[in-house]
């Protein structure tokens, strides 16, 4: 497997596993970390089932990278639309990826290091980690992140957390929305463990169309909605997939894509 400078990319077995590894900077990214990861994520091989993405050492990501920012304050507008645009295709690339998504927050995310949380599918957390939208504190806002944090939190949370900059607790980033579990610091890779196992169960093919007809569903209008819904489950009905699904419950047996299917 390809070797990175920002990213380490493991694969156990059918998990691949994705450490923002910049530890001594707080995982903060830049332009090379925003590219690694979009080449990461546009090329996930058909065999992989789930993507677990964290940070090493104490923190999960705590936004832009220091040196990072100081160039870009150097910039011109259109050098500057140029980057943020860069950033903007890594969050749609990991928020459009049909595979399970996991972010295993082991750490602190500030800033933009909120937005890997925005497009991931289950956000899991360290009950020690805090979290904080802090770009009006610099004279900026979260402006990239801003479509993605909005669609998972609402309006209302976006628009308090974004202007406070407040620093909040991983059990309210829970009540929120932005997270979707807490645990104890020492139960984290157990917790991904057992969702990872809950997620192996599901049909591939299924769970790739679930997100992206979720995606869809909030653009449309609810007569629209009602019937691309029942034209969906139709088509899964008789799928090759679908079928093997219904049989396997039929017959109290695994489906073929589970362990232990036949």
Known sequence: MQSYSSIL????????????????????????????????FALIEEEVRAIVLTGAGKVFCAGADLNWMKRMAEFTEEENYADAAAMDRMFRTIDVCPKPVLAKVN?????????????????????????????????IIPAVVSPYVMSKIGYSQTRSLF???????????????????????????????????????????????????????????????????????????????GQEGMRAFLEKRKPIWAEGGN
Request: proline residues 3%; negative net charge; charged residues 30%.
């Open 9 to 40: 990319v493991e694969k156990r077995g059918q998990v691949l596993v994705i450490t923002l590894n910049r530890p001594e900077i707080g995982n903060a990214f830049n332009s090379e970390l925003i590219k690694e990861l979009t080449e990461v």
């Open 107 to 139: 750490g602190a995310a500030i800033a933009g290091g909120l937005g890997f949380l925005a497009v991931s599918d289950i956000v899991v957390a360290s009950k020690a980690a805090k979290f904080g939208f802090t770009e009006v504190n610099l004279g």
């Open 163 to 241: 202007l406070s900059a407040e620093i909040f607790s991983a059990e309210k980033a829970k009540e929120i929305g932005l997270v979707h579990e807490v645990v104890e610091p020492e139960l984290l890779d157990a917790r991904i463990e057992e969702r990872l196992k809950d997620l192996s169960k599901g049909g591939p093919s299924a769970q790739a169309i679930c997100k992206e007809w979720l995606r869809q569903l909030t653009e449309m209008d609810i007569d629209t909605a009602r019937e691309k819904s029942a034209r969906l489950i139709a088509g899964l009905r008789v799928s090759p997939e």
